[in-house]
Nanobody, 115 residues
Framework: QVQLVESGGGLVQAGGSLRLSCAASGSIFSINNMGWYHQPPGKQRELVAIITSGGTSNYADSAKGRFTISRDNAKNTVYLQMNSLKPEDTAVYYC?????????WGQGTLVTVSE
């Protein structure tokens, strides 16, 4: 089993920044992709950004130019730096990792962006 612990969510004003972290622990042998999804109120969960083990990243159009995903393989940790936040970024953010053909999810961290 793999456990994911997220941190860094909270309340921020529009235009502000937050940095989310997600640390993986447990039966980790080789983590492939790591990523972040979000689920806005009343909507489905959707991909925000993903990064491969080699460091290649991809972003949802809404995140491009504002968010940066990164990872520290030595710490089994993935980060999401979110800048220029907008009220529409308000959501529960979930980290996810892919390892040995399985996908694991964190418990989610709430990000609220006020006007």
């Amino acid at each position: 089993q793999v456990q994911l612990v997220e941190s860094g969510g909270g309340l921020v004003q529009a235009g502000g920044s937050l940095r989310l972290s997600c640390a993986a622990s447990g039966s980790i042998f080789s983590i492939n992709n790591m990523g972040w999804y979000h689920q806005p109120p009343g909507k489905q969960r959707e991909l925000v950004a993903i990064i491969t083990s080699g460091g290649t990243s991809n972003y949802a159009d809404s995140a491009k130019g504002r968010f940066t995903i990164s990872r520290d393989n030595a710490k089994n940790t993935v980060y999401l730096q979110m800048n220029s936040l907008k009220p529409e970024d308000t959501a529960v953010y979930y980290c996810t990792v892919f390892t040995l053909g399985k996908q694991y999810w964190g418990q989610g961290t709430l990000v609220t962006v006020s006007e």
